[in-house]
Nanobody, 126 residues
Framework: VQLQASGGGLVQAGGSLTLSCAASGVTFSRYAMGWFRQAPGKEREFVAAISRSGSSTYYADSVKGRFTISRDNDRKTVYLRMNSLKPEDTAVYYC????????????????????WGQGTLVTVSS
């Protein structure tokens, strides 16, 4: 199983970016997915998560109302739309997944996930 994150880059404060995470080698619809980020000198933190079907989403308080997680199971891809970006959003963003049964909701703890992408860097300039 592989997760390939992309879409990072340099953006000015107030701008937008959309990250993508494409899965291969898995039945993607069986995976709950999440996004995490790690800023320089800080621990990795939860950003957003989405259930297998996409019917449930979860967000860190710091991004609620600005970021939107979504998924396309036919394309085996999960997205993170980031609006109103702030310099404090600067980090390496990682997608993560875990195969679950349908009734299990995704967790906000990174230790719950067992499949990780390589990360994509987002830099927000002030």
């Amino acid at each position: 199983v592989q997760l390939q994150a992309s879409g990072g880059g340099l953006v000015q404060a107030g701008g937008s970016l959309t990250l993508s995470c494409a899965a291969s080698g898995v039945t993607f619809s069986r995976y709950a997915m999440g996004w995490f980020r790690q800023a320089p000198g800080k621990e990795r933190e939860f950003v957003a998560a989405i259930s297998r079907s996409g019917s449930s989403t979860y967000y860190a308080d710091s991004v609620k109302g600005r970021f939107t997680i979504s998924r396309d199971n036919d394309r085996k891809t999960v997205y993170l739309r980031m609006n109103s970006l702030k310099p404090e959003d600067t980090a390496v963003y990682y997608c993560a997944g875990k195969q679950t049964i349908l009734t299990v909701e995704p967790d906000t703890e990174d230790t719950w996930y067992n499949t990780w992408g390589q990360g994509t860097l987002v830099t927000v300039s002030s």
